[in-house]
Each structure stands twice: as C-alpha cells, then as structure tokens.
C-alpha cells in the first residue's frame, strides 16, 4: 500500500522553528518528486514546497522562500521541511504530497499524509 | 500570478446533479486536477487531467474544460459525497488551487 506518514509540528513561539518528516513506504521513493502543502485553520490548499527525485531542484512559494527548505532522504525515503523564521501566520496543518503520473500531462498530487499541525504563538 | 476561482458553496439534493465550476484565463489550455477534501481528512484526487478519474472513484465523477472554466459534476449525489472540493493547475513551476467548494447535500 501507498502511504505517506507524517510526523513532526507542535506549538512554536514567533521566530523559531520546526522540522517536519514524511516517511514514504509503497512505492519506489526516488522515482518521485514531492511536495509539502499548507491549510490555515478554515481556509483552503497553498502548495508550500517542492523537490524533485534526486533532491537536485527544489521550489517554493513566496510566502516562504527563504524561510523554510525542503529536503530528502532517498535511503530512509523520507521528505522534510524545515521552517524557520515562523510567524503567526504560518499557522497550518501541513501536508506532504507525492507528485503522480505526468508523463504526459502535468502531475497530480496522490496521496497525501495525513497531516500534522503546526501552530505558531 | 494565475488566479483559479471556484464559487464557495453549492447545495444539492441527494439523487441530483451537482457541478463545480474553475475560473480562469484560458485554463481550457491547462490540464485541471480536482480534489476532494472531508472534514478532518487529508485530501483525496477525484479528477486527473480534466476527465480521468484514478481507480476506486466511482463513474458519478466527470469533467469537462474548455474555454476560461473547468467543471467537476457530480451525478447521483450521494451523502458521502458532501466535502470540500478544489481544483489545481500548474503555472510554470508553481502548483496553483481554486480557493475551494463547500459542497452541502440537503
């Protein structure tokens, strides 16, 4: 079976920082690229964070550019992020994605983790 | 930034048709992806490359794009089906959602 199962997140005071795993089992880990995304509490999807299979690109959203980095472990088929510099803002549950298909249309994301809360106050 | 934009909520009977729609510039030219999102749940893909649907989601499940909008309909709406739905594209390389569509089964 596919999953993704995420670990990490807590509560947090503005500027400091967290590290969130999202440990991968199924599937052939290093064939796929992943993504982290975000969901503040009543709103709707933003994509955070994106890397690709061998860890050499990586992309993020502006809201978090500088602040927070996406890696991967492809031995222990493990995808992170670390946020630093949190702001209240940030406040979320964070989701790790793998990106499917793509081939010959853009990727989609499947599955998902289950998600882990991040809170910073 | 590309902006994709969905209406925040639709009802419908259970047994009727609900559709969705997703706004935006040309996305007839986009390959459109839909979710779907239950309360407390992670979200789940509906709808691949505008009308593919993955395995295990059941034929109710359509698509359509063309033009400025994409549709997500839903035939035989069924209770289980009530939950949040969003559409998603790509723009160069970043990953771009509709703000999302409250479903509500009376």
């Known amino acids: 079976e596919v999953q993704l199962l995420q670990s990490g997140g807590g509560l947090v005071k503005p500027g400091g920082s967290l590290r969130l795993s999202c440990a991968a089992s199924?599937?052939?880990?290093?064939?796929?690229?992943m993504s982290w995304f975000r969901q503040a509490p009543g709103k709707g999807l933003e994509w955070v964070a994106g890397i690709d299979g061998s860890a050499e690109r990586t992309f993020y959203a502006d809201s978090v550019k500088g602040r927070f980095t996406i890696s991967r472990d492809n031995a222990r088929n493990t995808v992170y992020l670390s946020m630093n510099s949190l702001r209240v803002e940030d406040t979320a549950i964070y989701y790790c994605?793998?990106?499917?298909?793509?081939?010959?249309?853009?990727?989609?994301?499947?599955?998902w983790g289950q998600g882990t809360l991040a809170t910073v106050s | 930034s590309y902006v994709l934009t969905q209406p925040p909520s639709v009802s419908v009977a259970p047994g009727q048709t609900a559709r969705i729609t997703c706004g935006g510039i040309n996305i007839g030219r986009k390959s459109v992806h839909w979710y779907q999102q239950k309360p407390g749940q992670a979200p789940v893909v509906v709808l691949y490359?505008?009308?593919d649907r993955p395995s295990g989601i059941p034929e109710r499940f359509s698509g359509s794009n063309s033009g400025n909008t994409a549709t997500l309909t839903i035939s035989r709406v069924e209770a289980g089906d009530e939950a949040d739905y969003y559409c998603q594209v790509w723009e160069t390389r970043n990953v771009v959602f509709g703000g999302g569509t409250k479903m509500t089964v009376l």
């Open positions: 199924g599937f052939t880990f290093r064939r796929h690229a």
């Open positions: 994605a793998r990106e499917t298909g793509g081939a010959t249309t853009p990727p989609w994301f499947d599955p």
């Open positions: 490359d505008d009308t």
